[in-house]
């Protein structure tokens, strides 16, 4: 069974800074697609980023980036130039080619003034 | 326009009674699935469906039903077995096997007195 893994609960930055992260997951497949989700308080889902994991080179969405670390099954988020508006909760999710989509427990980001 | 509608937003209903919490989508997508999320947590999969007439059980499909007889449609039912059964439900589309972002509904806040 596929397991998605957010270490971190809870993390604040303070605006235009740089915030990392991180999210493992397990698999005994090859071929899938990782995705960051963020849920602000209206709860509405918003799909961030994604990477297909045939694809070596990271994924980046302007200030949004991802390390994908396949042998380690590592994909964290890199935000840059944080932004109040980045204020929410922040999902990792894996999907694999039976389109199973599975989600981590999240990570509260609040950006600071 | 296209999406994926969830009716109602809010349902409360008594303990021992069964519920069914609606799902649509016109955006002719193969995959539906169902999350449980409960307050601070992350998406669990409850089902999920990758063609009509067909679904599979997600990590906590125990006290939970869902039919898949239409494309547009796939419903959940909240049974009296059930432990636990107040929390926010998101219903979600996508496109089979392909990285494609999959599409959310508003969700559903279910309330068990």
């Known amino acids: 069974a596929q397991t998605v893994t957010q270490s971190q609960p809870e993390m604040s930055v303070q605006e235009a800074e740089t915030v990392t992260l991180s999210c493992t997951y397990d698999t005994s497949e090859s071929n899938y697609y990782l995705f960051w989700y963020k849920q602000p308080p209206s709860r509405q889902m918003i799909l961030v980023i994604r990477?297909?994991?045939?694809?070596?080179q990271n994924a980046t969405e302007n200030r949004f980036s991802v390390n994908f670390q396949k042998a380690a099954k590592s994909f964290s988020l890199k935000i840059s130039d944080s932004q109040l508006g980045d204020t929410a909760m922040y999902f990792c999710a894996f999907m694999n080619y039976g389109n199973k989509l599975v989600f981590g427990a999240g990570t509260i980001l609040r950006v600071k003034s | 326009d296209g999406g994926i509608t969830q009716s109602p937003k809010y349902l409360f209903r008594k303990e021992g009674q069964n519920v069914t919490l609606s799902c649509e989508q016109n955006?002719?997508?193969?995959?539906m699935y169902w999350y449980r999320q409960d307050p601070g947590q992350g998406l669990r999969l409850i089902y999920y469906s990758q063609i009509v007439n067909d679904f599979q059980k997600g990590d906590i499909a125990e006290g939970y039903s869902v039919s898949r007889e239409k494309k547009e449609s796939f419903p959940l039912t909240v049974t009296s077995a059930q432990k636990n059964p107040t929390a926010f439900y998101l219903c979600?589309?996508?496109?089979?096997?392909?990285?494609?972002?999959?599409?959310f509904g508003q969700g559903t806040r279910l309330t068990v007195v």
């Open positions: 979600a589309s996508s496109i089979e096997h392909t990285n494609t972002e999959a599409f």
């Open positions: 955006l002719n997508h193969d995959a």
């Open positions: 990477q297909e994991a045939y694809k070596q």
